[in-house]
């Protein structure tokens, strides 16, 4: 069972001019079209954010809503799905799936009054190593923005 307070209560590193915050992304990503678009962003030496973990699964239809609950309460900032385009999934439906999976949890940390913003869902084709480098770091500035409303509505219910 998952603690939703402790989810909201991670100690954060200030945003200062020393030390700038950067959230830490855990990257669900497919084995196959996803996966290949990180190692070519990779191997074309594509800068994306430095705090962001890729765990590869064999295909992302087999993620749960534990699995990003648990990547919460263990220190992530933020978590992003990335799916096969849905005609290109080596396994039929684990995209759909996987957009299934997301859309339940999302309902669920509305639910449970966290900000939604600290999850997508992404389909990316082998072939877009530019597009997912954009796609981290626009979703690294939304993460800190996110954080910074949590931070200050804890702030005033303090």
């Known amino acids: ?22 959230p830490k992304i855990v990257v669900f990503t497919c084995n196959w079209e996803a996966y290949a678009a990180l190692e070519a962003a990779g191997t074309s030496r594509r800068d994306y ?11 992302l239809g087999s993620i749960s809503r534990n699995h990003i609950l648990s990547a919460l ?28 999976t997301f859309n339940e949890t999302v309902k669920l940390l509305d639910a449970a009054g966290m900000p939604t ?26 993460i800190r923005g996110a954080l910074e409303t949590l931070e200050e509505s804890e702030v005033v219910r303090g």
């Open 49 to 59: 954010p430095a705090g962001a973990r890729v765990l590869r699964l064999p295909c």
């Open 117 to 142: 913003g600290v999850l997508e869902f992404e389909r990316m084709a082998f072939d877009g190593a530019e597009q997912l480098v954009s796609k981290l770091r626009g979703f690294e500035l939304r």
């Open 1 to 22: 069972m998952i603690d939703v307070n402790e989810v909201t209560r991670r100690e954060r590193i200030p945003m200062t001019d020393e030390r700038e915050f950067r």
């Open 73 to 100: 309460k263990h220190g992530a900032d933020g978590v992003l799905l990335m799916a096969c385009p849905e005609d290109k999934c080596h396994y039929e439906s684990g995209s759909a799936l996987a957009e299934k």
